[in-house]
């Protein structure tokens, strides 16, 4: 075997066993993070009993009710009491917080703030409604255009072209939501939503166990073109305020 292919069974090992860790977890994954930033400040200001005292009590204020089954699971991975569960448990979960790729940016990439709109492809906006900002990203052979609120990356929208309609199954939603958020298990909360904002029909698929909402969103009578917006879970109800102002501008 060489060794491009021994890598790659490698790689898809180790990826199920993540899959297979994360599956197992005995409470809600997000809790961790939050249970060894609570332990990190407790145990610096009390030390540690040789217990698990002080989880105990963050499992309680946090109202988890199999708090047998959360002491356990934290021994069998080497956390018997608070200082090890710190020391020992904290480390399996550093893949909540890979580190940050830079990329190296395009340098025939430029972007401005433009103030109007009007395509080939009958998209015509003619002021842009605050909060929202235009800006134009034109590289060598591409143009493309971003509305965002502010400064923001938070809450962005994407102009596209070249899209047929919103009439899909689905399964075919929940499938573009994760190929792009890359989020491939935990999806039994996945779901969509379809509704309109006057002349325009809308899809949002989310979930409450992931931050990412995706939305999509065309014209009924023209559909030449589309708005993709990318927001997040704890703001999507104000974002589509916003973004119903700006459907409203289109002209």
Known sequence: MDKKNRKEILDRLNKEKLIEFRQNLPIDEVLFPKLFDFLDTELEKNGCNHSPFITKSFLQKNSISNIIEVTEWLAKNGGYCDCEILANVEDLFEYLNPPKIKTIPEQNTHKRKISSLKTDFNFCIEKIPSPWNLIEITSTDNKEY????????????????????????DAIWIKLWVNET?????????????????????????TKDWVPVKIWCTKKDDPQ???????????YKGDLKEFEKLLNSIV
């Open 225 to 235: 073109w589309f708005l993709k917006m990318n927001t997040e879970l704890n703001r």
């Open 182 to 206: 890359k989020l491939n298990y935990n999806l039994a909360n996945l779901c969509t939503e379809r509704f309109e904002i006057g002349n325009y029909s809308a899809i949002i698929v989310k």
């Open 146 to 169: 971003l509305f965002q609120i502010g400064k923001s990356n938070n809450c962005t929208v994407n102009l596209q072209s070249d899209f047929s309609s919103l009439q899909h199954d």
